[in-house]
């Protein structure tokens, strides 16, 4: 597979550094390596606290030299997912594919499994798993009949009870035997005090002492952890308290009640925050009342004490509360008077921290500037959204999912999601006609990603009426877009070129110049679809010459591949493959995953027209294969189908009937190109009719070819003809007469 449109990282394990050394565990890890050799799924059991997802993550570390130059090592931390959809999303996100899965439900999981397959030999880290049973325990059972050469490596504190699992008890570090101050749970609390004071080496009775504690500890890291950290200063008897309270949960609770007011006030607010927070999201959320105290340097405190972790993101030092700690926390936040404030706060900040040009609210002192920023606060605004649906405030729904969609390139809002915007948007009194617009919009543009096309359909409508009430020319013109858009799709192309000239009408009145290439490539495709070629022309070099005079490239990739498609169509076949390599040239340049590929499978098409049947299915085949690799199944489902025409244009009978009929699979949900597949299938016919030694069959076969012709010529029953309606029809078509007539 060529790597030329996957990003390294992307071919490559992406693993974090571990934060401080790995202490002990030879013989656990001598188990995992040899359950995961005989094993495709094992399982690291036991209780909070006990080490699974240090001793997973520094398997993965290990391992990652032995998968680097085949799938890679990827880890998945699902403690944030609380639904299967969730589950996919934060596994197509750190496969590097969470924006182009566009796909719901079953769907997202075959999706994100076909994609996983591409990878072959690939280990899989799924990372707190045990919220999500026993429903989880499906969607990777699903996930392993599709990847047959993927491995999972999983934490849970319950086996997932899969056929084949290889369950691996984490249990507590070795302890100190006698008086001699050995075992891995001594060593693990003298390499943490070490972290704090680089020369510690126990004297005296200190010694003794640590194996006491430790014992006392029952040998559990993160209680170990907690009770290094205590010992900034003073001797080991400091800490022996700790000895009254056994295991993780009960020592994080001793640790919390040695902290002072305000750190114990810092930490229980902090457990508002999902998926990480920066400094500066904790000044801003934390609260300390009358405490004149800066919360920076609590929080340094606090990370002092193992209590915080740190991770250095590209935006710079995140910090995170491991998920025992988090728990005691949030307990110790509901005891409070603050909690229902502290959640304002942390709502309030990431709203306002997604307000600005990005979602088209106004801009504030904390915006971010980028999607890329917006993006490492994901989990934070899907706790927001959350948040509104529990609280009945529909604006924090709408504003969170707007936010969510921005974060996704339009494809990000899972089912559970839409379900919340549905319920916002039956909160009229909290919601003005401007909010629900938005609402409508966001819901429309979720749904045509996953093809209900009748529903985007009609909540754009609604939200286009809400819009002129409001008079928001922009968002006039984005909804007459993506009327037309679903329009279009649906077949309807007098509607959907009737809102692409009124969206041209509204960028162009509003002054909206980058709006208007979008719109001129729109009408130049619906003019294209109707067979009027002119037109058509005229209106991509209109887009495509405004892009250029703009220095909008992502625009200019449009207006050239719709020119590839108008000269792949008049047959100026040269013409329509440097229209189409421009194209291809410009979405590699700016990472346009999806526009890249569909440009790759319509050069393998200008190959097909051309008769170069090898370049046609060197190009269908990395269209294919790029699609299954971001879980695109449409895009795949085409492309595989007019791969089937090459490779029965060849004689290669079997591959074809395989090719067309994972195009009908991937394609059952979408009639439009499913015809357009039924066309092309017409290469099979003829290819079973040379296959054929007896005469009357062949003619059959054949006849049912120029059937085919004639169905997407005429139409049937009230449908209008399929070559009136569909550019890609027409060149189906074409070549599947010249094949006929070669014959």
């Known amino acids: 597979m060529d790597a030329d449109l996957l990003p390294r990282q992307r071919r490559r394990s992406l693993l974090s550094l571990e934060a401080s050394p790995f202490v002990g565990r030879l013989r656990e890890l001598g188990v995992v ?85 591409t990878r072959g030999r690939a280990l899989v880290i799924l990372d707190n798993v045990e919220q999500l049973l026993p429903g989880g325990a499906g969607v990777v059972l699903r996930w392993l009949d599709l990847a047959r050469e993927a491995r999972f490596l999983v934490t849970s504190r319950a086996p997932l009870y899969l056929l084949g699992e290889e369950v691996v008890e984490v249990r507590a570090l070795s302890l100190p035997e006698g008086s001699a101050p050995d075992g891995d749970a001594v060593r693990l609390f003298v390499e943490r005090v070490r972290a704090l004071r680089d020369t510690y080496t126990p004297s005296g009775d200190e010694p003794a002492a640590i194996g006491d504690l430790v014992r006392q500890l029952g040998g559990v890291p993160l209680a170990i952890e907690i009770c290094a950290s205590r010992l900034g200063s003073g001797d080991v008897r400091s800490v022996l308290g700790a000895g009254e309270a056994r ?39 934390v609260n300390l009342g009358s405490e004149e105290r800066a919360v920076a340097d609590v929080l340094s405190v606090l990370l002092h004490k193992s209590l915080l972790q740190t991770a250095r993101a590209e935006s710079g030092v995140r910090y995170a509360l491991c998920e025992g700690i988090r728990a005691e926390a949030a307990a110790l936040l509901e005891q409070g008077v603050d909690a229902g404030a502290t959640r304002l706060r942390h709502a309030q900040y990431f709203l306002d921290r997604s307000a600005g040009p990005l979602t088209d609210f106004p801009i504030t002192p904390v915006s971010a500037p980028t999607r890329e920023e917006l ?49 916002a948007l039956t909160m009229l009194p909290g919601l003005d006609p401007a909010m629900m617009g938005r609402a409508l919009a966001l819901r429309a543009g979720a749904l045509r990603a996953v093809g209900r096309l009748v529903e985007a359909d009609r909540d754009a409508f609604t939200a286009l009426g809400l819009a002129r009430e409001a008079k928001n020319g922009r968002q006039i013109t984005a909804m007459c877009l993506a009327v037309g858009a679903a329009r279009f799709q649906l077949g309807d192309l007098e509607w959907a070129l009737a809102h692409g000239k009124a969206a041209l009408l509204q960028a162009r009145a509003d002054g909206d110049r980058r709006a208007e290439p979008v719109a001129l490539q729109q009408i130049g495709g619906v003019l294209q679809a109707m067979g009027e070629l002119a037109g058509a022309r005229a ?14 490239e992502a625009a200019e990739a449009r207006a050239a591949m719709g020119l590839g498609s108008y000269h792949l169509e008049t047959g100026r076949l040269d013409r329509a493959e440097g229209d189409y390599e421009r194209a291809l040239l410009i979405a590699r340049r700016l990472g346009l995953q999806r526009a890249a590929r569909i440009t790759m499978g319509y050069l393998g098409v200008t190959h097909l027209d051309a008769g170069r049947l090898h370049e046609a299915e060197r190009w269908l085949d990395r269209a294919v294969d790029r699609s299954r690799a971001v879980g695109d199944l449409r895009v795949e489902g085409i492309f595989e189908g007019m791969r089937g025409a090459v490779l029965a244009s060849v004689d290669l009978v079997d591959e074809a009937r395989a090719a067309f009929a994972l195009s009908n699979e991937l394609l059952a949900n979408n009639a439009y190109f499913g015809q357009v597949i039924a066309v092309h299938r017409g290469h099979l016919d003829l290819a079973e009719a040379r296959a054929d030694g007896d005469e009357a069959r062949a003619a059959k076969l054949v006849a049912a070819a120029e059937q085919r012709v004639a169905i997407a010529e005429r139409g049937e ?27």
């Not at 997202?108 to 996983?116: D, F, K, M, P, S």
Request: hydrophobic fraction near 45%; proline fraction near 2%.
């Open 33 to 117: 390596r040899r359950a995961v050799a005989e094993s495709r799924l094992v399982t690291l059991s036991g209780e909070a606290g006990i080490g699974k997802t240090r001793l997973a993550a520094h398997f993965a570390v290990e391992q990652r030299s032995a998968y680097e130059t085949a799938g890679g090592v990827w880890f998945c931390d699902l403690r944030e997912a609380r639904d299967p959809d969730a589950m996919c999303s934060t596994l197509a996100r750190a496969l590097q594919i969470g924006d182009e899965v566009t796909t719901e439900g079953e769907g997202a999981v075959t999706a994100i499994g076909r994609a996983l397959a």
């Open 247 to 285: 295991g993780a949960t009960p020592s994080v609770a001793w640790s919390f009640a040695r902290l002072l007011p305000w750190e114990r006030e810092t930490l229980a607010q902090c457990s508002v925050f999902h998926g990480g927070f920066t400094p500066e999201a904790a000044r801003r959320v």
């Open 375 to 423: 993006a490492a606060d994901r989990e934070n605004i899907e706790a927001i959204l959350d948040l509104g649906a529990s609280a009945g405030r529909a604006d924090f729904v709408i504003r969170a999912a707007i936010a969510l969609e921005v974060i996704a390139g339009g494809s990000g809002l899972s089912r559970a999601q839409i379900a919340h915007v549905d319920a």
């Open 539 to 552: 209106h991509y070099e209109a887009a495509l010459d405004l892009a250029v005079a703009l220095g909008d």
């Open 717 to 743: 029953g009230s449908e209008a003809p399929l070559v009136r309606r569909s550019d890609d029809a027409r060149i189906a078509v074409r070549i599947l007469r010249r094949a006929i007539a070669a014959r």
